[in-house]
């Protein structure tokens, strides 16, 4: 008999979701939230109402492209967490009433276990075999993983204070970039050369910190501008060639020590920043087999929760109506 699985994700501000059908991806709908560009990040509980308006017509857009009725559905995947608690409990809510409504199996996903796991979807890319490395690299967390199965992921490193999307928004908001700005900074500093230099944190072992080298571009530009004020407007392309090499270096470093150190030979990229092109191109130098993930799979989207969702339920793995949203969670 057929599985097919429901995905829901809500853990931010995209809202989204995915029908799959036996580890094939037959619908994949995302609507992002606009509105928080104007305040320069997101805005929790505008997403959260955001979330409460669009979740059935994009539920109900995703069953239509599946040409699926609910009352074929197999189970129902949704993100606990980590996240925004307002925008999880909106996912939360729908699923599990849903469920209930439907008598279907409920399966609560982690989501950064899922922005690894999306590698698994059948006929989408190459998947990778367990054990692997992961690293995972969002607006909410920057992590080095040791993937064994479906369920078991030991973190050997994380970081220390802000995650890596987050230091591309934020020196991208010093720029003047609008939010998000990673995806822009990507694309201007394609068009310059990485000429300054912001330095390098003195972190232990396999654990990352982005809060120093944010620190010193703002000091950096305090400085530049009491000389120049169009510093920025003349210097732009090399500005975000720059921080995106910095970037990029700190997080090539600590993905080779881990290398060294599991001797694990597969390295597996998840979230919104794998998106970056510098890191893309990086990372293919290194001496590993490398998974990167097509770009519409590295932000947030619903078929990495589905697929998830699916791999649990094979496995036997379901949760209760009980299960509630987490803003944090552990590996
Ligand atoms: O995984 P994601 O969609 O949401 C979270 O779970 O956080 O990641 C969003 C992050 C944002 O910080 C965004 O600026 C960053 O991914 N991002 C990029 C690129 N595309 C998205 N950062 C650098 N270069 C990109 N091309
Ligand atoms: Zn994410």
């Not at 492209?65 to 609910?70: E, F, G």
């Not at 197999?74 to 729908?94: E, K």
């Not at 003349?234 to 500005?239: E, P, R």
């Given at each position: 008999?057929?599985s097919?699985i429901?995905?829901?994700?809500?853990s931010?501000?995209?809202?989204?979701?995915?029908?799959?059908?036996?580890?094939?991806?037959h619908a994949n709908v995302v609507a992002q939230q606009?509105?928080?560009?104007?305040?320069g990040?997101?805005?929790p509980?505008?997403?959260s109402?955001?979330h409460v308006?669009r979740?059935?017509?994009v539920v109900?857009?995703a069953?239509s492209?599946?040409?699926?009725?609910?009352k074929?559905l197999?189970?129902?995947?949704?993100?606990?967490?980590?996240?925004?608690?307002?925008?999880?409990?909106?996912?939360?809510?729908?699923a599990?009433?849903?469920?209930?409504?439907?008598?279907?199996?409920?399966i609560?996903?982690h989501?950064?276990?899922a922005?690894?796991?999306v590698?698994?979807?059948d006929?989408?890319?190459p998947?990778?075999?367990?054990?692997?490395?992961?690293?995972t690299v969002?607006?909410?967390?920057t992590?080095l993983?040791?993937v064994d199965?479906?369920n078991?992921?030991?973190?050997?490193g994380?970081t220390k204070?802000?995650?890596?999307?987050?230091?591309?928004?934020k020196t991208?908001k010093?720029?003047g970039?609008p939010?998000?700005?990673?995806?822009?900074?990507?694309?201007?500093?394609k068009?310059?050369t990485p000429r300054?230099?912001?330095?390098?944190p003195e972190?232990e072992g396999?654990n990352f910190?982005?809060?120093?080298?944010?620190t010193?571009v703002?000091?950096f530009l305090?400085?530049?501008?009491?000389?120049d004020?169009?510093?920025i407007?003349?210097?732009?392309?090399?500005?975000c060639?720059s921080?995106?090499?910095?970037?990029?270096?700190i997080?090539?470093d600590?993905?080779?020590k881990a290398?060294?150190?599991?001797?694990?030979n597969q390295l597996?990229?998840?979230?919104?920043v794998?998106?970056?092109?510098?890191?893309r191109?990086s990372?293919s130098?290194l001496d590993?087999?490398l998974?990167?993930p097509?770009?519409?799979?590295t932000?947030?989207?619903?078929a990495?929760?589905?697929?998830?969702?699916?791999?649990k339920?094979k496995?036997?793995?379901?949760?209760?109506?009980a299960s509630?949203s987490k803003?944090?969670?552990n590996?």
């Open positions: 008999m057929s097919i429901l995905g829901i994700e809500t931010c501000d995209d809202t989204a979701a995915a029908v799959l059908i036996d580890g094939k991806l606009l509105e928080h560009e104007s305040h990040g997101v805005i509980e505008l997403a109402r955001a308006q979740i059935i017509p109900e857009e069953l492209q599946a040409n699926i009725d609910k074929q197999t189970a129902i995947a949704y993100t606990q967490g980590p996240g925004l608690l307002g925008s999880l409990l909106v996912g939360n809510a729908f599990k009433s849903l469920a209930l409504a439907l008598e279907l199996p409920l609560a996903v989501h950064m276990h922005h690894l796991l590698h698994f979807i006929d989408a890319f998947t990778p075999s367990f054990p692997f490395l992961g690293l969002s607006g909410g967390h992590q993983v040791r199965d479906t078991s992921f030991v973190i050997f994380e204070d802000d995650a890596v999307g987050e230091a591309f928004d991208g010093m720029l970039l939010y998000p700005a990673g995806p822009v900074l990507d694309k201007l500093a068009m310059g300054f230099s912001f330095g390098k972190v396999l910190s982005f809060s120093g080298l944010k010193s703002l000091y305090r400085k530049q501008e009491e000389q004020k169009e510093f407007n003349k210097n732009l392309h090399d500005l060639a921080i995106q090499h910095d970037i990029v270096s997080l090539i600590k993905v080779t290398i060294d150190q599991t001797g694990l597996v990229l998840g979230g919104g794998s998106a970056n092109s510098g890191l191109e990372l130098n590993v087999s998974f990167l097509p770009l519409p799979y932000t947030d989207n619903a990495m929760i589905a697929i998830t969702g699916y791999l339920f496995a036997g793995l379901t949760d209760s109506l509630e803003a944090r969670m590996s």
